[in-house]
């Protein structure tokens, strides 16, 4: 059974941080591009960041870029999004998924349940 887990998320004051965690279990990730997606009410899903599994390549998002930063840890299994100098637009639904290549509209194979980010003034 091929499972991503999302944790760590929770209520946070601006300019605090936090770190999300997505635990792997069922499979390899070798050679997949591990991806951290957010939600917020009433807006589309969008991209945060991604990293190649294999190599540590990563892409942010500009809204993300300098605040957050992405990892794994190979020996766990798990990938890790590191939350800093948060603002309340960060808010959001916070997913972990997981694909093959950044071809233009490739699908995700696979999704974690979400975990909530939800960021005070």
């Known amino acids: 059974q091929v499972q991503l887990v999302e944790s760590g998320g929770g209520l946070v004051q601006a300019g605090g941080s936090l770190r999300l965690s997505c635990a792997a279990s069922?499979?390899?990730?070798?050679?997949?591009?591990m991806n951290w997606l957010r939600q917020a009410p009433g807006k589309e899903r969008e991209f945060v960041a991604a990293?190649?599994?294999?190599?540590?390549?990563?892409a942010y998002a500009g809204s993300v870029k300098g605040r957050f930063t992405i990892s794994r840890d190979n020996a766990k299994n798990t990938v890790y999004l590191q939350m800093n100098s948060l603002k309340p637009e960060d808010t959001a639904v916070y997913y972990c998924?997981?694909?093959?290549?950044?071809?233009?509209?490739?699908?995700?194979?696979?999704w974690g349940q979400g975990t909530q980010v939800t960021v005070s003034s």
């Open positions: 998924a997981a694909r093959r290549t950044v071809a233009p509209a490739s699908p995700y194979d696979y």
């Open positions: 069922g499979r390899t990730f070798s050679g997949y591009i």
């Open positions: 990293i190649h599994w294999t190599s540590g390549i990563t």
